[in-house]
């Protein structure tokens, strides 16, 4: 470390103490639901005392064990959660597709252009990414009720790919543009065609950038509420518009933890994620584009 | 590259969005338009020994088949934009005729749907996007200074609240700040007050929704400093030191101007999804005391009756409001590019 970056201990236990809190703030929301969703309702909500949620004194008195499994049980047995997360998962693997299939075309494209055509596409794309999703379902409804597309899978996933699609084009225009010119130029000097030259060079080295994209789109397919509670019907719900309709009926019959086990099954995939990819999504976060 | 292949390259992307997004305001602005058909009243004329009497009734299979013949409803001109539920010119007129103050003003305009959402939406973007800044800009500088085999756990644990499902966090806070709860058992300790609860009143419920909404979007805010951080030029730094700047001084003059583009970067993102504020409200079911534009706008597609012309005017008013917000950074971005290259 070099003399300039050195820290006098005061500042140092500062910041350190300035992060623990930091990161109490950030993990233990998440620690304490997923401890508590193995418990009974009285003891995650504890009006007689706190600790209670900790040591599970109802749990023990009501199922005769510390843990329940009671919560996930009636998430995803009793009300199908299940099914909700397979559609999820279709709907995250059509969308990731889709997007990067269009938006590799779409941001290598822009990324090459010296036009000023090229630089107002993406200004609108900016426009566009700023348009909240709720105001553009509003116009999709009576069309979609009109020509009988509401309501199904295949709808939803369009949709989210083009509201996705200014995002990942940002994305991917930056990825692109750190990939030398040189490379596909040459190629094409040596009788490659745009398209050839795209296949045969670019795609063999353009993998770290589009991963990176692919994890963001995911994250918008996956976190999406506006668009897959408005445009998709009962049965073909995704996992966050049921977790929200468990808010609705549970809460009055008394077993608001089927939302409390739902809400930490959601959690999961994204906490394997964060483990495996930390690297990408910071490179993504901060490769100038756009934030997920 | 050639006019052509770039036409062709983009075209997939320009095609989606073109259709789903370009199109949607089409539809919307033209739904803000129009009305839904009023129920068609048929007049019967029962004549008894006692004379004759004229009763109405609606005409549910009439009413059905016009509404199915004209899904669109009825021309309405700009009537909705003006009617109570959005920028109620007639009442706003007589609140002020009628208000003794601004303060009485104001009050009154609360009560009107679009403006009190109006308000919330601003409150909340005016609020959120520099605390989140600031915060995220001090995690920044503190994971900077902490021992390297630190910061990959600390990046890792930030990380959360910002890449779990927006829907599902706000649950997780909301479940923690409920009266029985632990953060809302804690608030009753501190406020010495058995009884308060943060659902019950307005105040509390929106400082809830700021803190969650802080807590959620420091971490991207801290990770963009934190990667402008590891480029700040150290030969610079070691200079300032000789020349005996303190470390404040350090920050203030070295690194703080270097930073500030990314600053720029992080307001745009932040502005732009703060203006949308829409899933905390839902997950902490705050409707009754804080309603965004987003919200709005899910309240009237939701529900029974589908108010979509009411719907389609607060999207119209709410696009207006993103590009007033985006003007100033596409003002900025004609006189840098916009002259010819």
Not at chain 1, 7 to 14: K, R
Not at chain 1, 146 to 172: C, D, K, R, Y
Not at chain 2, 186 to 209: E, G, R, Y
């Amino acid at each position: 470390m070099s003399k300039a970056t050195r820290l006098s201990p005061s500042v140092q236990v500062f910041a350190y103490s300035f992060l623990c809190l930091w990161l109490i703030l950030a993990a233990f929301p998440f620690l304490w639901t997923l401890w508590g969703s193995f418990k009974v309702e009285g003891d995650f909500f504890s009006k007689a005392d706190w600790v209670n949620s900790i040591l599970g004194t109802l749990t023990v008195v009501e199922t005769g064990g510390s843990f329940t499994g009671a919560g996930y049980y009636g998430a995803w047995v009793q009300e199908e959660f299940w099914r909700a997360a397979l559609n999820t998962l279709i709907v995250c693997v059509c969308v990731v597709t889709i997007s990067l299939t269009c938006g590799t075309l779409g941001g290598y494209a822009l990324s090459r252009s010296t036009y000023r055509y090229a630089f107002w596409f993406l200004i609108f794309a900016l426009m566009f990414r700023a348009m909240p999703p709720i105001t553009l379902v509003s116009g999709y409804l009576l069309p979609f009720f009109e020509w009988n597309l509401w309501g199904h899978l295949s709808t939803t996933i369009i949709v989210l790919v083009a509201i996705n699609q200014p995002f990942t084009l940002w994305m991917l225009h930056a990825f692109f543009k750190n990939i030398p010119k040189d490379l596909d130029e040459s190629a094409m000097v040596d009788g490659c065609t745009r398209f050839q030259a795209f296949r045969h060079v670019i795609i063999p080295v353009m993998w770290p950038g589009v991963i990176t994209t692919g994890l963001f789109s995911f994250l918008l397919a996956y976190n999406d509420f506006a668009v897959t509670t408005m445009l998709l019907s009962k049965e073909n719900q995704t996992m966050v518009p049921k977790l929200v309709s468990f808010l609705g009926t549970t809460q009055t019959k008394g077993n608001v933890m089927f939302a409390v086990a739902a809400a930490v099954s959601v959690t999961a995939p994204l906490f394997v994620m964060i483990i495996f990819f930390q690297k990408q999504i910071v490179s993504g976060l901060t490769a100038g584009a756009v934030k997920g | 590259m050639k006019h052509a292949s770039f036409f062709w390259f983009v075209l997939p992307s320009s095609l989606m969005m073109l259709l789903f997004i370009a199109f949607s305001i089409v539809s919307v602005v033209t739904q803000s338009l129009y009305q839904a058909h009023d129920q068609v009243i048929i007049e019967v004329e029962n004549c008894g020994p006692f004379g004759c009497t004229t009763d109405t009734s609606v005409d549910a299979q009439a009413t059905a088949a016009l509404r199915e013949a004209e899904p669109l409803g009825k021309w309405a001109g700009l009537s909705i934009y003006t009617d109570r539920n959005h920028l109620a010119f007639t009442e706003v007129g007589e609140a002020w005729v009628s208000s003794v103050s601004m303060r009485d003003f104001a009050g009154s305009l609360m009560n009107l749907p679009f403006y009190d959402a109006m308000a919330f939406t601003l409150t909340y973007t005016a609020v959120v996007t520099p605390l989140t800044i600031i915060l995220g800009f001090f995690i920044a500088i503190g994971v900077n200074a902490v021992a390297r085999a630190m910061r990959g756990p600390t990046i890792f644990l930030s990380l959360l609240p910002m890449i779990v499902t927006p829907i599902v966090g706000a649950l997780v806070l909301f479940w923690m700040v409920d009266a029985r709860g632990i953060l809302g058992a804690a608030l009753q300790w501190i406020a010495d007050d058995p009884n308060f609860s943060v659902k019950a009143s307005t105040p509390s419920m929106w400082v809830v929704l700021m803190v969650y909404g802080i807590w959620s979007s420091a971490p991207f805010a801290f990770i963009v400093y934190y990667a402008g951080l590891q480029t700040v030029n150290k030969d610079t730094l070691e200079a300032a030191m000789i020349d005996g700047a303190t470390r404040a001084q350090r920050i203030r003059y070295v690194v703080v101007p270097h930073l500030v583009p990314l600053t720029t970067f992080i307001a745009l993102i932040q502005l732009m999804d703060n203006f949308r504020v829409f899933e905390p409200i839902v997950s902490f079911s705050a409707q009754a005391h804080a309603r965004s534009l987003s919200y709005a706008i899910y309240t009237d597609l939701g529900g029974e009756t589908r108010l979509l012309s009411s719907a389609a005017a607060t999207s119209v008013l709410t696009i207006i409001g993103v590009a007033i917000l985006l003007s100033p950074v596409l003002v900025r971005t004609w006189r840098d590019f916009g002259s010819p290259r």
